[in-house]
């Protein structure tokens, strides 16, 4: 037996940050054309173009990802430099910025007015499950995705919000006031709570997937002790 051949091997975080990077691009490839669709008009200024559809926002949220990743590094660099360790610092600022950058443009997508807004009267549907048929699968996916960011990255930042239970009651209370907002604002969108379950489930499975790195109590109780010791030296 060849015993180099396991130390040669690359570090498994390696290998998942390499397949991450192939699943992104391999995206980007796929939805290209209706992207660029999107660009000519960012790029004359035409804001609704940018913020305003689907495509622009992707679009936006994609070209905002090496600002994003910069400021990751900053955050971690910061924490470094205080005395957190490596591997804390850069979990803890990749979760910052993860959920941030990975919830506000899907929440954004989600408040993005019908055609009749202000005019269409509003819809409610509280009937648990009858929304999911009408919904699709795309209908279906997307509203898995609208908060799973913050139910991936929300237990690994915040320790209090370390448990599933939790993480369910983030995603559904999200999900309400986004409901409610829809509805208070006259959207010409259907305030449904289907959407809620749906939502809520998609936090739940993310949470679930980043399980691994939910910080454990006694880091918790070492991260508040250290500003403490800090400003007492």
């Not at 950058?101 to 408040?111: A, Q």
């Not at 799973?148 to 929300?154: I, N, R, S």
């Not at 305030?191 to 809620?196: G, K, L, P, R, T």
């Amino acid at each position: 037996m060849n015993h180099n051949a396991s130390t040669s091997a690359p570090p498994r975080r390696i290998v998942l940050l390499g397949l991450a990077i192939l699943g992104i691009g391999s995206a980007v490839f796929v939805v290209r054309r209706p992207l660029m669709m999107s660009a000519p008009m960012c790029m004359a200024g035409r804001w609704h173009g940018c913020f305003g559809t689907f495509n622009g926002v992707v679009l936006m949220t994609l070209v905002a990802l090496p600002l994003a990743a910069l400021v990751v590094w900053a955050l971690a660099h910061v924490r470094r430099a205080a005395g957190v360790p490596s591997a804390r610092a850069w979990r803890t600022s990749l979760a910052e910025v993860g959920m941030v950058h990975g919830t506000v443009p899907l929440v954004w997508l989600t408040m993005m007015p019908g055609a009749g807004p202000g005019v269409a009267p509003r819809r409610v549907s509280l009937v648990p499950l009858r929304d999911l048929v009408t919904m699709g699968p795309l209908g279906i996916v997307g509203n898995l995705l609208v908060f799973a960011a913050l139910g991936f990255f929300a237990p690994m930042r915040f320790a209090a919000l370390a448990s599933v239970p939790r993480v369910l009651a983030l995603g559904a209370g999200c999900s309400v006031l986004v409901e409610t907002a829809q509805y208070v604002l006259w959207l010409d969108r259907v305030s449904s709570v289907d959407d809620v379950l749906v939502n809520a489930a998609g936090a739940v499975l993310a949470a679930l997937a980043s399980r691994r790195w939910w910080p454990t109590a006694a880091q918790a109780a070492s991260d508040q002790a250290r500003p403490t010791s800090a400003a007492a030296v």
